[in-house]
T-cell receptor
Framework: AQSVAQPEDQVNVAEGNPLTVKCTYS??????LFWYVQYPNRGLQFLLK??????LVKGSYGFEAEFNKSQTSFHLKKPSALVSDSALYFC????????????FGKGTRLSVIA | DGGITQSPKYLFRKEGQNVTLSCEQN?????MYWYRQDPGQGLRLIYY???????QKGDIAEGYSVSREKKESFPLTVTSAQKNPTAFYLC??????????????????FGDGTRLSIL
């Protein structure tokens, strides 16, 4: 069975500082990994995905994520946080060999303070 | 503009009533999904469909029903058997792909949700 853990319910960071939102995963084979962002009363917006190759993946709005196979992690990062980055962030996983929907973590609320 | 349209944005259900949430997409995606979002619980899968006239139960299908008569549409009915229907419901779609791998690496695209409350 596939699963995703986002160990922090809330992350607070000052504007201009780097941010990290953590994600660890569990799959039986090789993973496809995704990050999404949700603003209030909106659907989820796709940020980036890891398929294969370079462990550092770049996505929308200056976000990037680092895939670490040995630690089964896929942490989301941004070098300099903006107040407008404040939102709910979801990590999701799918087994490469599977034919199933994405499995989502419970989400991490990011607050960027001016 | 291509996208996923969910309607209505807000919906109220009376005791014993069935209500239907609409989801339409013009992205030509084969696969469609319904999720329920409750505070602190993330997204939980209700039903999904990978092709017209076929659908599978997700993790929390009890009290819900779906149909997939057209590629563009995947309506969700919240029946009176669902005793705790108050939640934010999200519809999503994705390209199915010709191979299992090409399906698996595709992101899901989401609508803007329907918020369902009990009167």
């Amino acid at each position: 069975a596939q699963s995703v853990a986002q160990p922090e319910d809330q992350v607070n960071v000052a504007e201009g500082n780097p941010l990290t939102v953590k994600c660890t995963y569990s799959v039986s084979g090789n993973p496809y990994l995704f990050w999404y962002v949700q603003y209030p009363n909106r659907g989820l917006q796709f940020l980036l995905k890891y398929i294969t190759g370079d462990n550092l993946v770049k996505g929308s709005y200056g976000f990037e994520a680092e895939f670490n196979k040995s630690q089964t992690s896929f942490h989301l990062k941004k070098p300099s946080a903006l107040v407008s980055d404040s939102a709910l962030y979801f990590c999701a996983v799918r087994d490469k060999s599977g034919n199933t929907p994405l499995v989502f973590g419970k989400g991490t609320r990011l607050s960027v303070i001016a | 503009d291509g996208g996923i349209t969910q309607s209505p944005k807000y919906l109220f259900r009376k005791e014993g009533q069935n209500v239907t949430l609409s989801c339409e997409q013009n992205l030509n995606h084969d696969a469609m999904y319904w999720y329920r979002q409750d505070p602190g619980q993330g997204l939980r899968l209700i039903y999904y469909s990978q092709i017209v006239n076929d659908f599978q139960k997700g993790d929390i299908a009890e009290g819900y029903s779906v149909s997939r008569e057209k590629k563009e549409s995947f309506p969700l009915t919240v029946t009176s058997a669902q005793k705790n229907p108050t939640a934010f419901y999200l519809c999503a779609s994705s390209i199915a792909g010709r191979t299992r791998e090409s399906y698996s690496n595709q992101p899901q695209h989401f609508g803007d949700g329907t918020r369902l409350s009990i009167l």
